[in-house]
């Protein structure tokens, strides 16, 4: 294992600086059953039987001499046989206990008196051994991901699994206390061998694993402070539903049926996305005889041929990145193309002109509303570039779903739902000119079909399935919510933002 440089300044006692740097293990690596720190002048072995206690033998390695040597064989002397002195390979070795010990007590006591003798280093070198290497089974951590309900479990040295059930990470007892070894062990199982050839390269990979019969799951593994970790993300076997989803049904079958145009599901990480995309092909997948080509890096949701072609392309392993892969798609004859994740100009530029060009195009990107997505996609783009962006965005974007998961009374969580259709000229005007408080108020117009987070919101509080003070937390204008609820709300005029504009 690792040699870690630890100053401990002016301690007194052996037994301290040991249990310093127990604690420095433990948060790096796991919890050892032996522990040596050395320094210029000497070095200190601490062992015990189990992974947690105690220390029960201490040794003093050094190559002492005059007053140094002269403690030692005093402390031998005056403890023995608790405690002994022995030389070996020009070692001079204090035991504690020592081999023909009959109390151990009096052994660290001895220990104790010698550490006062002596001016101790304040810098050490610390590294652990005998770590616990027990295996860890990837169904059992897949079982409790279900039991659990859980959508991620993260694997870290010194620490027990953490489970995020409903957004809350919490711990489980179902490994104990994890060391570095056993997950590195674990990721060494489960990652293919380029996947591993690139963490050990890199320091960090995303991979997919399957656990037959329970589900699959999107794997990150990375090092920090030199300790690695391991994320594991559900995705169950079966996609969900619709309606399993919590999400509308009637929207969703809408979005299924459109044959061209830029469909965009957006939200921050953690608000259930993907999962929506998934239940989106799915759909599209048991309803439509097409071709649904998707780039995803990793590839997540697992989807079979139903009534659809599936194409699942996977990024480093069929196509080196999302620009070619969606460039590429344009000759694989597909009718739905479905992008992982908009990230980077070219993707972005690939995208729009599938969507231009007769295809029904699908994607992510992360932002906090629905309204600020134009934006959003536009600052990926040079400043002269961006005027040409906006106007093939007004001519292609037809609904974004941004969603948001708030705890439901009775626990678990629901998806809340804005949405922005491209469907009036107030919207299409105001994406042309990037206008977010535009295309905000335009949403809001009964001639549109959009709608925006607070009306939701308000309708999902009202049929009693979210608390009065989660529906404020996760509107994005409490302001409005709160008009809402007394009844005062009046959507604003669309001349009232022009109006604002020119008073700027």
Partial sequence: MAEWILGVGHLKSVRDIV????????????????????????????????????????????????????????????????????????????????????????????????????????????????????????????????????????????????????????????????????????????????????????????????????????????VTAGAPHLTFRYLPEKIPSFEELHVPAELMTQLAELHHGLVLLVGMTGSGKSTTVAALVDYINGHHTSHILTIENPVEYVHHNKKALISQRGLGIDVATFGLAVTGALRHDPDVIVIGEMRDPDTIRAAINAAATGHLVISTLHSNTAYEVVNRIVSFFDPVERDLVKLQIRDCLRCVICQRLVPKIGGGRLPTIEVLFNDIKAINDSILEGDSDGIRVGMQQTTSHSWIFERYIHAMHKEGKITLENAQKFCTDQSIFDQMMMGTYSIPRLDSIKHMGVQK
């Fill in 19 to 222: 249990t310093v740097g127990e604690k420095e293990l433990v948060e790096k690596e796991g919890q050892p059953r032996r522990i040596t720190i050395r320094s210029n002048s000497v070095e200190i072995v601490a062992d015990r039987t189990e992974y947690t206690g105690p220390w029960k033998h201490y040794a003093l390695r050094a190559h002492a001499k005059g007053h140094a040597l002269e403690c030692m064989e005093k402390i031998a002397k005056d403890f023995a046989p608790d405690c002994e002195l022995i030389n070996e390979d020009g070692w001079h070795i204090l035991r504690f206990p020592g081999e023909h010990a009959t109390n151990p007590e009096r052994a660290y006591e001895a220990l104790d008196t010698y550490s006062g003798m002596l001016q101790f280093p304040e810098v050490w070198r610390v590294r652990g051994e005998n770590y616990r290497v027990d295996h860890i089974s990837s169904e059992l951590l897949f079982k409790a991901l279900v039991e659990y309900k859980a959508s991620d479990v993260h694997l870290s040295p010194g620490e027990q699994a953490m489970f995020r059930v409903d957004g809350e990470i919490a711990p489980s007892e179902i490994f104990g206390i994890l060391s570095a070894p056993q997950i590195l062990a674990l990721i060494h199982e489960i990652a293919a061998e380029k996947d591993w050839k690139e963490f050990q390269e890199t320091k960090q990979a995303s991979f997919n694993f399957h656990q037959a019969g329970l589900g699959y799951s999107r794997v990150s593994c990375f």
